[in-house]
């Protein structure tokens, strides 16, 4: 998934315009842009939205943000969406892996009494966003079959530290947080999952997203969550390999296949080693070459 795309559960109109955005995901979101009092229309309108679309062949991939498991409103919001058949949904201020396991254990639960397969649902973590979630990053490697990347956000956790703000007055993130994005990093890595960079939020800067996105990619995220459809674009195009980067993929690939058992090869006078040849086949595995 390259855009990952957020609108409010009871956005209405919102939500077929993030559903045409080009969007690879849409996030139907029950926590942060929801306030307490409308909580249950919301998850109604999930519901709802969930059925209509879910059974579309043509769509994006559908996840739900549900509610922390520390708010107490997290088996509600799972007791209201999972009949709807959500392809994700996206756990946030996860804080390591033995919390995977017990949502993982909720949505099992659910899977039976709605008649879906076990393991169906799966699990996106918000794994660094609390200073807790920050020293837990590396405990999600195998714990479970659901999770299939990790992400991180600068806000709550900029909040948990009583900071004045997280971006400097250029747009870049400051120390701590880019302390916090690299844990997140290296945790997915360790994990063996894919890397999703967190919002832009200034989301009438595209060119700041632009660049910010670029350097994502170039550190090794494999996607992005985004705020507003305009985002979408951009965040596409720029985790999206090129015909020459993955004609480039093709060559490492090929050389290292005509020498078997080298530790190097050369490829029009450079040298390129193993290393060189993880990052080219998961590049062509990422694009389906």
Request: net charge neutral; with cysteine; charged share 25%.
């Amino acid at each position: 998934m390259r855009s990952l795309l957020f609108v409010p559960a009871d956005g209405g109109s919102k939500l077929a315009k993030a559903m045409a955005s080009g969007a690879d995901a849409v996030i139907v979101d029950l926590e942060d842009s929801i306030t307490p009092e409308r909580k249950p229309q919301a998850r109604a309108a999930a519901l709802e939205f969930l059925k209509s679309e879910s059974a579309k062949a043509q769509r994006p991939r559908l996840l739900v943000r549900i509610n922390g498991l520390d708010t107490g409103m997290t088996d509600a919001d799972l007791d209201a969406i999972v009949a709807g058949k959500p392809d994700a949904v996206v756990f946030p201020k996860a804080e390591g892996g033995s919390t995977v396991v017990h949502l993982d254990a909720k949505l099992t639960a659910r899977e039976a009494i709605a008649g879906l397969p076990e393991g169906s649902i799966k699990i996106l973590a918000q794994a660094v966003e609390s200073a807790a979630g920050l020293f837990a990053a590396g405990t999600y490697r195998d714990v479970s079959r659901r999770l299939i990347g990790m992400t991180w956000g600068p806000e709550d956790l900029s909040a948990e530290l009583g900071a004045e703000a997280n971006r400097d007055e250029h747009g870049n993130l400051t120390e701590p947080y880019r302390l916090a994005r690299n844990i997140c990093l290296y945790g997915a890595a360790a994990a063996k999952l894919p890397a999703i960079e967190t919002i832009y939020a200034d989301f009438r800067n595209l060119e700041g997203l632009r660049r910010d996105t670029d350097e994502a990619r170039r550190d090794g995220f494999t996607g992005r969550l985004a705020i507003h459809p305009a985002q979408v674009a951009v965040i596409n195009e720029a985790f999206t390999p090129s015909p020459e980067q993955i004609a480039k993929a093709k060559m490492v690939v090929a050389a290292f296949a005509a020498k078997p058992g080298a530790g190097a090869v050369g490829i029009d006078g450079k040298m390129f080693d193993r290393p060189h040849l993880v990052r080219a086949q998961n590049l062509l595995a990422r694009t389906g070459n």
